[in-house]
């Protein structure tokens, strides 16, 4: 096999950190690489080295064996250099066509872009309508604008960070269809992932990275799963287990739930029932953009819902806001950790009484005690081993997975009786990540009821009694997770796009 | 009332040229909050351009030079804020704000030796062939060079949104600044150019009203018109052609209202003076509540971009 | 090649440090200006700063200015940081202080000539209500309609302005004037006038009233929960929504209170260093005072130095005009470049300037 593309001795620093450090390896002609590691391991920095938007502090490139410094992403995709982004770089008010004529040098007029966009897609068999308005997409097919805009431009190598983060299990079968059928016609593919029988699937050789360095190579079809775990961790994992018990009364009922979000791009929840009962984890899958924020809004109180569409504990709560259902014990934690569940430049402190002050009695006629609140957040930071030097920081000054750690330990302290979660282990470690499943399985131990909301489906089936899955805004009937295959739980959510005649 | 002295001929060439100043601006403004920028400094633009312009037409004597000066003037006072809010990330509210009070200070400070002078009158350039026909002809062939620029930037800024490449650039930088910079555009050096185009209309508005509308230099000249062009803006809901509906709509309440008040009209002058502002608010209103929740204007207006890593 | 690298956290120290700093450079800057109109910049930076409060021959004259021209700045710039706290742009306080002067002086002059202890308190009252409604035209315009309160503030500071020069001209003039346009002078009626309290202070109700403004803003902010969030409003209105801070009702009460503050600062000044409604009552006070609430931090204290400051520069730039023929237009610009230099020097409170150097291509 020739060699397209060898990095030898990349370093990257930014303030603080050494995000990439003496990172060397090589990509065949016509190879599928995979590129391995944790969230912070280094990946996205060296993908933006080699797409031309950093540049290596140390280190060289070589692409066919001349020297390789894109100065730019434009000069990176002149040499064959294209990349399927997985945030970030779609315009939702333009459509297909100038969102592909944006990712390219020399366009073509639009008409006849806009065939040649047709023709692409009926060759690899990725259906598009190039003059649809991106915003009103699914996230599969986003994606597949994304492919399409560097297919265009005949690519030597096509970089992919985490394509399947948004794609069902049937929308990753034709991905990966897609992706042989490039690399038989001689396309080599850097493929970002942390998912590992999906690399195994699909990969002929991976690099691995820890805190920024290369710390093996392999084979994924002949390594384990296991093999590769450990060497992206560093460490055995700490597996929590369920203690189990009966699940006992209804707590929250939510019957025939119609909501159509402000934002004309969000997604409208549709006749959404669910039951959730003292002691139980209910876990809801989906992928994401299927009306995940919309479900957390709803039931946190953000967004108001018709009359008698949610019913806690006997109550009809539809018309109650957020600081009234904290009052009754319902608490939420939403997905966007900064501008979300909490204010960037505010302090941790200050961050505790957002949603600490009714239920933790954190002032008194509306006049805030500072002390009584910095303690409180003094108990979430110990708890929960918090990484900071104290509550007077600002949460923005926290890692990800620290100021995760916080918000969940900030809903968890208050003691709720039904606590709704989304996304709650998204970008954090996999020790914290396993901590914070940890708390929310001895909340519910201690009877409480759980909701969570997330788009890893090895974390739904490890913590949830039951599963249901979120698609276009419709909720699946929850099932029983224990013994649900990977085939049904592809079909709860929704199959593949433009598969239909495949579902039953 | 007596309409009778009003001369409809009159009055809609009349709004044509009170409609211009607010046209260019509020075109300028467009391209400007299209790429995702929210200058609110139009109205300091607007009457640095005025004076420049009067400035520099009562020395040289050519009006055409006073237009080009204004021109300069509006996007030098531009570049200010787009230093403030692209190279130092400053919330681009108060920049905005900072630069009107600014600019009708500069202006009254540059423009203090020439209160009371006339400019050199800017002659009509009437199309020929055209301007004789009976009716149309005085209402829109026998107008000054700058309403027919006007009119001209009006098609041009719309075939340049619509069909050019830089124009598509310039959209997708004001839909999501940090997808453009990761396909390789120059976030910081699309917004400075919008920017200085936004000034340079503004500064090209703010002298047609000191040589042609009124023509002499007074201080405050601008008198809110700038405002009016931000809001305009909003009513056109970022599309050109509207922009020109609602520069006239606008100039032709002013023209309006000027004429009531010429003829007598028993409506307190105060009221009639108040009507343009009154009818903005009405516009505004009416705008925003028809179009709930769903609006047309670009995802990032207002919002600062910072390459991080 | 130099560039900004973001802080972890906001640095205190800047934040401090940074108004300061600011004021340093626009006197750098503004004596530049100066010298570029052949007048000497340090005499003039000294006559605009320095001999208003300790010449001998203009300071018995000016120190009790400092206070008169700070007291509406700082009130309504106090009103006004709320909103700007909160990301809600009222910039139509001029119209506001206008509608307060109007409302309380027609109030008052509604009872000429009765001679009665409790019509300057009901004027007091008329006047914060004439602002508060006033502002309330935004206020209900934004959280019915969705309709962009920096706009329709600024429309109504040019109709409040009609509505002033009408009041002048026909409705509140004084009877007894001969035809000359402006209303009955409210100072010289003693049951509507607004006297000075202490002799030699300058200090008059608005004062007072202006400083009770910065206390209560400093617990508000604080201390109360309201504060917290509109503070949380401007962080991050997605984490206010969801600690459940109903963001109408915040619309409201951060546009009610500056238009109230404003309005008061309209009738103290109507009644007490103005005198009379006049066509040119509207000093530009309402714009002056967005200058001081930035320069001020948005922090009461923070505002009521920037308030003295930017009163210090309206009375030097007075003394100036008289002293050095220094244009009282040059004040104005000397005033906005205060502005910028500020915002632009904010950068360094969240990000520092890092010397990276040249990349090899």
């Given amino acids: 096999m020739t060699e397209l593309l060898k990095l030898s001795g990349l370093t990257r620093q930014y303030p603080g950190v050494r995000a990439n450090d003496d990172v060397s390896f090589s990509i065949g002609a016509g190879q599928v690489h995979a590129l391995l590691g944790e969230n912070g391991a280094g990946k996205s920095t060296l993908v933006k080295m080699i797409y031309g938007l950093e540049k290596p502090d140390a280190g060289t490139m070589q692409l066919r064996g001349a020297p390789y410094a894109p100065n730019n992403p434009q000069a990176a995709r002149a040499s064959g250099v294209a990349m399927v982004f997985q945030h970030f770089s779609l315009f939702e008010a333009l459509n297909v066509a100038e969102n592909v004529a944006l990712g390219m040098e020399n366009p073509p007029k639009m008409h006849a872009l806009a065939q040649s966009i047709r023709e692409v897609s009926d060759a690899y068999g990725l259906p598009l309508d190039p003059d649809r308005i991106v915003g009103d997409l699914s996230a599969g097919e986003r994606q597949r604008v994304e492919i399409i805009r560097c297919l265009l431009q005949d690519p030597k190598l096509l970089i992919m960070d985490e394509p399947t983060s948004v794609l069902t299990p049937q929308e990753v079968e034709i991905l990966f269809k897609t992706l042989r059928k490039l690399q038989s016609e001689g396309t080599s593919i850097l493929y970002i992932s942390h998912k590992l029988e999906e690399i195994r699937a699909l990969c002929d050789g991976a690099t691995i990275l820890r805190l920024g360095k290369v710390v093996g190579e392999c084979d994924p079809k002949v390594t384990t799963a296991r093999d590769m775990a450990e060497m992206m961790v560093g460490q055995i994992l700490h597996v929590p287990s369920r203690e189990g018990g009966e699940t006992g009364d209804v707590l929250l009922d939510v019957q025939g739930l119609d909501f159509a979000p402000a934002n004309p791009f969000g997604t409208r929840l549709k006749n959404v029932s669910l039951r959730l009962r003292a002691g139980e984890v209910l876990g809801i899958g989906g992928v994401a953009g299927n009306g995940q924020d919309e479900l957390l809004s709803v039931l946190s109180g953000e967004a108001k819902t018709g009359k008698g569409a949610i019913t806690y504990c006997g109550q009809d709560i539809s018309g109650l806001g957020p600081n009234a259902r904290r009052k009754i014990g319902l608490l939420a934690a939403p997905e966007e950790r900064l501008g979300h569940a909490a204010a960037p430049n505010m302090s941790l402190t200050e961050n505790a009484v957002l949603t600490g002050n009714i239920r933790k009695k954190l002032s008194k006629n509306n006049f805030v005690n500072w002390k009584k609140t910095e303690a409180f957040a003094r108990d979430i930071i110990q708890k929960f081993d918090v990484r900071t030097p104290g509550p007077a920081s600002a949460a923005r000054s926290l890692s990800g997975g620290n100021l995760q750690k916080f918000v969940i330990g900030r809903e968890v302290l208050q003691d709720p009786t039904v606590l709704v979660v989304n996304q709650p282990t998204w970008g954090v470690d996999a020790s914290a990540a396993a901590a914070i499943r940890q708390s929310l399985l001895d909340l519910a131990a201690k009877g409480a009821g759980v909701i969570v909301i997330s788009q890893d489906l090895d974390e739904l089936m490890e913590i949830s009694d039951h599963f249901a899955a979120l698609n276009e805004g419709k909720l699946t009937a929850p099932r029983v997770a224990k013994g649900l295959t990977v085939d049904e739980i592809g079909m709860m959510m929704g199959g593949a796009h433009d598969l239909e005649e495949v579902a039953p | ?309 | 090649m130099i560039k900004f690298v973001k802080r972890p956290e906001p640095s205190k120290a800047w934040t401090i440090a940074t108004p300061i700093l600011a004021v340093i450079l626009t006197m750098i800057l503004g004596g530049i200006l100066f010298a570029l109109m052949g007048k000497d910049p340090f005499a003039a930076i000294r006559t605009i700063f320095w001999d208003p409060l300790f010449n001998d021959q203009f300071a018995a004259y000016s120190r009790p200015q400092l206070l008169v021209k700070a007291a509406p700045l700082i009130l309504i710039a106090i009103g006004l940081s709320l909103g700007f706290k909160a990301g809600i742009w009222n910039i139509g306080a001029e119209g506001q202080y206008i509608m307060g002067a109007l409302a309380g002086a027609a109030v008052g002059l509604a009872f000429y000539p009765t001679d009665a202890w409790w019509i300057f308190p009901l004027m007091v009252i008329a006047g914060g209500i004439g602002g508060f409604l006033w502002a309330m035209i935004p206020a209900i315009l934004k959280t019915r309609f969705n309709t962009n309160e920096i706009l329709v503030s600024l429309m109504l500071v040019y109709i409040a302005e009609q509505l002033l020069a009408s009041a002048a001209l026909s409705w509140l003039r004084n009877p007894e004037g001969n035809g000359f346009p402006g209303s009955r002078n409210l100072s010289q009626i003693p049951a509507m006038s607004n006297p000075e309290l202490i002799a030699g202070t300058g200090t008059h109700w608005g004062v007072v009233a202006a400083f009770a403004a910065v206390v209560a803003a400093y617990v508000l902010i604080n201390k109360h929960m309201l504060g917290f969030q509109i503070r949380l409003t401007g962080e991050s209105p997605r984490a206010a929504r969801f600690a459940g801070v109903k963001d109408k009702l915040l619309v409201l009460f951060c546009l009610g209170v500056a238009g109230a503050l404003s309005g008061l600062a309209g009738l103290f000044e109507v009644t007490g260093p103005a005198g009379q409604i006049s066509i040119d009552f509207g000093a530009g006070y309402g714009f002056t005072a967005i200058i001081v609430a930035f320069l001020g931090r948005l922090h009461p204290v923070g505002i009521l130095l920037a308030g003295l400051l930017l009163a210090l520069t309206f009375i030097g730039g007075e003394l100036a005009q008289f002293m050095l023929g220094l244009p009282s237009a040059s004040i104005q610009v000397f005033q906005g470049m205060l502005l910028m230099t500020l915002l632009g020097m904010d950068i360094f409170v969240n990000y520092r300037l890092m010397i990276v150097k040249k990349e090899a291509v």
């Fill in chain 2, 1 to 309: 009332m007596d309409f009778g002295s009003i001369n409809p001929v009159v009055l809609l060439a009349s709004l044509m040229v009170a409609s211009t100043p607010i046209l260019m601006a509020a075109l300028g403004e467009m391209v400007v909050e299209k790429s995702g920028v929210l200058n609110l400094g139009v109205e300091g633009m607007m009457i640095t351009g005025a004076v420049c312009g009067f400035i520099v037409a009562v020395e040289t004597g050519s009006p055409t030079l006073g237009f080009i000066a204004a021109a300069i003037g509006g996007m030098a006072l531009s570049m200010v804020f787009a230093l403030l809010t692209q190279v130092f990330l400053t919330t681009q509210v108060p920049a905005g704000l900072a630069l009107t009070l600014m600019g009708v200070g500069l202006a009254s400070l540059l423009g203090q030796n020439y209160q009371g002078l006339k400019p050199p009158p800017v002659s009509d350039l009437n199309i020929p062939g055209l301007d004789h026909l009976p009716v149309i002809g005085p209402i829109l062939f026998q107008h000054d060079m700058m309403v027919y620029v006007s009119l001209l930037s009006i098609a041009g800024v719309w075939a340049f949104l619509k069909y050019s490449r830089a124009g598509l650039i310039l959209r997708a930088v004001g839909e999501n600044h940090s997808a453009a910079h990761a396909l390789g555009y120059p976030v910081r050096m699309v917004r400075v150019m919008a920017i200085g185009f936004g000034g340079a209309m503004a500064g090209l508005g703010g002298a047609y009203i000191s040589l042609v509308r009124v023509p002499q230099w007074t201080d405050g000249i601008t008198a809110g018109y700038g405002w009016i062009a931000l809001a305009i803006v909003v009513f056109a809901s970022w599309k050109a052609w509207r922009i020109l509906i609602g520069a006239y709509l606008f100039g032709g309440i002013t023209v309006l209202q000027l004429n009531l008040q010429a003829a007598g009209a028993k409506v307190p002058v105060e009221l009639l003076s108040m009507s343009p502002f009154l009818a903005t608010i009405v516009v505004l209103v009416v705008i925003s509540a028809r179009r709930h929740g769903a609006s047309n204007a670009p995802a990032m207006l207002g919002r600062i971009f910072h390459a991080s890593h």
